[in-house]
């Protein structure tokens, strides 16, 4: 039995935009009521580090960076394919562990890239399910794999972060290889019998994006937060 999901593909946007316009979406869960995917496009090369690291400064004068609402390591943007899931408070998603989540996720994710590793690199992607490692201070995401990631061919191709609120669950994902937003969406269709349905911000949202954009993930009171 399919289930009705919306799919939101964004314009190509700075770094801070891209943030704001997940957070949009996550404040706005519990009012869609669907689970919704994103695809999103970046203006130029940035970097997306997670909420819990500190400002990374050595890199600051060579890309855009922003901190992202989620957790994780450092993302190099530009070449990757990023996405975004955000489902309300209720849905299957949400109700799981936040590690089972992760996973059930990356199996659409698996199922997205199978052909295209194929025709590439020669490796099948698969789940790495060992345990998780836990490296502290600064790390980059697509250099330490963990429980749940997606590798291929002895390399790390995608992976995600999350977060949960009362209003509903948001995963951040990025695949390290470029693929379309309609091959995505048959990664979803074929896990969670996703049936999409074309959405656009509304004006409300549009707002929120604004006000993030502004007060939040362009001050150095959100990017530079974490000094140690």
């Keep these: 039995m399919s289930e009705k999901w919306l799919f939101l593909q964004s314009p190509t946007a700075d770094a801070a935009t891209n943030m704001a316009v997940d957070e949009a979406l996550l404040r706005g869960a519990t009012e869609r009521r669907m689970p919704l995917l994103r695809v999103y496009m970046w203006t130029r090369p940035a970097v997306s580090f997670g909420y819990f690291q500190k400002f990374p400064v050595d890199i600051a004068a060579k ?4 901190r992202r609402p989620t957790g994780g390591g450092m993302v190099y943007h530009g070449k990757d394919t ?4 955000v489902v309300p408070r209720g849905h299957s998603l949400y109700e799981m562990s936040a590690a089972s989540a992760y996973c059930a996720l990356h199996r659409a994710i698996v199922v997205a890239c199978e052909q295209l590793t194929d025709k590439r690199s020669g490796g099948n992607p698969t789940l790495r399910m060992s345990l998780p490692t836990s490296p502290h201070g600064q790390y980059e995401c697509f250099q330490n794999p963990v429980h749940g990631d997606v590798v291929a061919d ?3 191709l995608a992976g995600g972060a999350q977060r949960r609120t009362k209003q509903g669950m948001l995963h951040q994902g990025s695949i390290a290889e470029e693929i ?4 995505l969406q ?3 269709y074929i ?3 996703a049936d999409f349905q ?3 911000l509304t004006k409300a949202e549009n707002t929120i994006v604004e006000e993030l954009f502004r007060e939040k993930y362009t001050t150095d009171a959100w990017n ?3 000094q140690r």
């Excluded at 890309?63 to 922003?66: D, H, K, P």
């Excluded at 990023?82 to 899931?85: H, I, M, Q, S």
């Design 180 to 183: 379309t937003a309609n091959r």
């Design 82 to 85: 990023t996405y975004t899931v």
């Design 198 to 200: 074309t959405y656009a």
């Design 191 to 193: 896990t969670f019998q």
């Design 63 to 66: 890309y855009e960076i922003v």
């Design 154 to 156: 002895g390399r790390k």
């Design 186 to 188: 048959a990664g979803f």
């Design 224 to 226: 530079r937060k974490i």
